[in-house]
């Protein structure tokens, strides 16, 4: 009698277990778990984000014995050198990275899948010794300082602290009628744009024009940009 009590009870237990199991199956559509890829391949610096047209670049870090076979951007351009790669996305929304391993017997296997949400960069407003577009600069200071910055942070406290490096510049000086353009390298107004300005009169235009800039190993363009002259006003006792 136990033992008819006892096979009965287990017959209940697995009708508990399976009939829930099949009811699901039948009217649900099947489920099926994808598995991960799994490696010791991973990229330095870990982001998910690209900027649209520009470059980044990511250290393949790996072990000694790990070999890379190919290397697929779908949605953009992908330069390897060593164990560098620079991506450049060039479709909008998201890319993909695939990495495949050379393993023993020359079989190769997928061993990074790595999706990249795309997005616009919007363009850094540039200004002038923290003064910017369709403002007012003392003479005395574009002449000290006569710096161009581009902030990498939209934040105006970082507005001249942090910034994308300046390759070079333009800039239109409009004095009494007459314009002068002149060009330098770097960040800063060549000696002979601060002496030109040094010279101008209350009132007149700096316009900053075709200022590249890097981000990367891009160059791009920053907007042009003007500032207004002012002649500092020194007061006698």
């Known amino acids: 009698m136990d033992r008819l009590r006892k096979i009965l009870d287990r017959f209940l237990l ?23 890829v799994s490696s010791g391949i991973k990229l330095v610096p870990e982001t998910d984000i690209l900027y649209k047209d520009i470059s980044k670049k990511f250290k393949i870090i790996k072990s000694a014995t790990t070999k890379i076979d190919t290397i697929i951007f779908e949605g953009g351009t992908v330069r390897i050198k060593d164990s560098i790669i620079v991506l450049k996305a060039t479709k909008s929304k998201t890319v993909l990275l695939k990495i495949y391993e050379k393993q023993t017997g020359g079989k190769s296997v997928l061993a990074l899948v790595k999706e990249f949400q795309v997005i616009k960069k919007i363009d850094p407003l540039p200004n002038l010794d923290g003064v910017g577009n369709d403002s007012a600069i003392h003479r005395i200071r574009a002449v000290d300082m006569g710096y161009l910055y581009l902030p990498s942070n939209p934040d105006p406290l970082f507005k ?17 009628g007459n314009m002068d353009t002149l060009t330098t390298t770097g960040n800063r107004m060549s000696f002979k744009m601060r002496d030109a300005i040094d010279k101008m009169q209350d009132g007149n235009v700096l316009q900053f024009n075709n200022i590249r800039y890097q981000i990367e190993s891009d160059t791009l363009i920053a907007p042009p940009f003007r500032v207004y002259l002012i002649n500092d006003s020194i007061t006698k006792f």
């Open 14 to 36: 697995a009708a508990i277990i399976f009939i829930p199991v099949l009811v699901f199956s039948q009217n649900r559509d099947t489920v099926f778990n994808v598995k991960a």
């Open 160 to 176: 001249t602290k942090s910034s994308y490096k300046v390759v070079s510049f333009n800039v239109q000086i409009v004095n009494n």
